[in-house]
């Protein structure tokens, strides 16, 4: 757009329909063909650099969605995609894995700069590359209602990246949530996506997972922490952060007062970094999640990260998982939590450790004080064959098994695990329905030990 402030969508009321004399059939016109007898004036504020406008504002209000989005393949030279004539009107359209390519994903953005309905939209794995990524932002320049974007897997790269980071700094879109994850970003576009973020207040929600940052992008993303008051959830798992740049990150969080999600799993952050760690779970007083899972943190790690769970008022949700911590370091945990009376931990996953009777009598101890805590664990001797069978037993033979007795299919034993009779529920509630559902079929669990 010409400048940075924010604009409001046109509606109806405001635009000025001349009466055109032609014959009944109606044309869609486009830049690249301009109606051939009728000259209008746009309005000032179509003034702009886009090429995904419509010329003629009459056609735009009276030619359909349909109509408009095949005109555009036209355009573009591409195959519409009959899935998204079939869903343009409703609130989430879901194009993942459809070979869109540059151009077929400019056909969609042509249909989408009027499109009122549609308020999440998925484009993850089309190559749509810098092209693509263009078309979509000069797209929402014009569009008020697209709220959440999926662009994942789409080889964006660095050019990718400056143009992404080009409408960040605008501030002009009512998109607040973005995934990016897997466009091979490198430290030059931490560089801009930092710069952009650090003034940017409408992104809420940021996926960067799987890409390329190493120390020198961490030392730039916590540059942007520092400052951003926008953001309350960014994944930056599957990365390359090791020591200097997870620091960085961690000085970031520091004085961070929006960020409510961080995801930091699989990365290289070692013992060292989990000092720092400790730190930001002293001071900051917002963060609610935390995963760390899959970092090299050993028991020492676990030492200085329960420093912070002791006066920690904030996180209720802290993964562990995949990390080399023993029943020494579990226990170092837990009652860290335990001497603090403020916590509001609500989850502890240490999945990957076993733990011994005696680590028990002390969780009940923490749990007698916390009985909001849920502390996950591998398994234990001595625990109720329910749990022990339910971590350890292959949960497929054990559902295949009770499905051949029952002669019903494994789709409908999902179904009939939720009332509502979906297939849909989260990971929380699958665990505690298996669980009751071992309390009542312990026979088949015990015969596949």
């Given at each position: 757009m010409d400048n940075d402030k924010p604009l409001q969508p046109e509606t109806e009321d405001e635009i000025e329909i001349e009466p055109v004399q032609q014959s009944s059939d109606k044309m869609l016109y486009c830049e690249a063909e301009p109606p051939p007898t009728v000259e209008k004036v746009k309005p000032a504020r179509e003034n702009s650099e886009t090429d995904l406008e419509i010329e003629d504002d009459e056609k735009f209000f009276t030619t359909g969605q349909k109509e408009l989005y095949l005109e555009a393949c036209k355009l573009v030279g591409v195959v519409p995609v009959s899935y998204f004539i079939r869903n343009m009107e409703e609130s989430y359209v879901n194009l993942n894995h459809h070979g869109l390519g540059p151009r077929g994903t400019k056909a969609i953005a042509i249909a989408l700069v009027s499109n009122t309905a549609v308020t999440k939209l998925e484009l993850e794995d089309n190559c749509i590359m810098e092209e693509g990524v263009l078309s979509l932002v000069e797209m929402l320049q014009e569009n008020y209602y697209l709220q959440e974007m999926n662009i994942s897997n789409n080889h964006l790269g660095l050019e990718g990246a400056r143009i992404i980071s080009d409408f960040f700094e605008r501030n002009s879109s009512s998109v607040w949530s973005l995934e990016l994850s897997g466009n091979d970003f490198k430290e030059e576009s931490a560089a801009l996506l930092g710069q952009a973020l650090s003034t940017n207040y409408r992104i809420k929600k940021l996926d960067l997972s799987h890409n390329?940052?190493?120390?020198?992008?961490?030392?730039?993303?916590?540059?942007?922490?520092?400052?951003?008051?926008?953001?309350?959830?960014?994944?930056?798992?599957?990365?390359?952060?090791?020591?200097?740049?997870?620091?960085?990150?961690?000085?970031?969080?520091?004085?961070?007062?929006?960020?409510?999600?961080?995801?930091?799993?699989?990365?290289?952050?070692?013992?060292?970094?989990?000092?720092?760690?400790?730190?930001?779970?002293?001071?900051?007083?917002?963060?609610?999640?935390?995963?760390?899972?899959?970092?090299?943190?050993?028991?020492?790690?676990?030492?200085?990260?329960?420093?912070?769970?002791?006066?920690?008022?904030s996180l209720r949700v802290l993964k562990l998982f995949l990390n080399p911590i023993n029943m020494d370091g579990a226990i170092l945990l837990i009652l860290a939590i335990k001497r603090n009376p403020k916590s509001r931990m609500e989850e502890l996953d240490i999945s990957n450790v076993l733990v011994s009777e005696q680590f028990m009598k002390t969780l009940d101890g923490v749990y007698a004080v916390h009985p909001q805590l849920d502390v996950v664990f591998k398994a234990v001797q001595g625990l109720s064959a329910k749990k022990t069978i339910f971590l350890l037993t292959n949960p497929m033979k054990l559902i295949q098994s009770y499905a051949d007795q029952h002669k019903i299919t494994v789709v409908d034993f999902f179904k009939s695990l939720n009332p509502t009779g979906t297939m849909k529920m989260s990971v929380d509630e699958f665990q505690k329905v298996m669980i009751e559902f071992l309390e009542h079929n312990e026979a088949i669990a015990t015969s596949l030990v």
């Open positions: 390329q940052f190493s120390d020198v992008g961490g030392e730039h993303l916590g540059q942007m922490l520092a400052i951003n008051v926008g953001l309350t959830s960014l994944d930056l798992s599957w990365n390359n952060f090791h020591t200097r740049g997870a620091v960085a990150l961690c000085n970031g969080l520091r004085g961070n007062v929006t960020l409510a999600k961080l995801d930091l799993s699989m990365n290289g952050l070692g013992n060292e970094v989990a000092l720092a760690l400790g730190e930001v779970l002293r001071l900051n007083s917002c963060l609610v999640y935390l995963d760390i899972s899959g970092n090299d943190i050993g028991n020492e790690g676990a030492s200085k990260i329960s420093k912070g769970l002791e006066s920690n008022e």
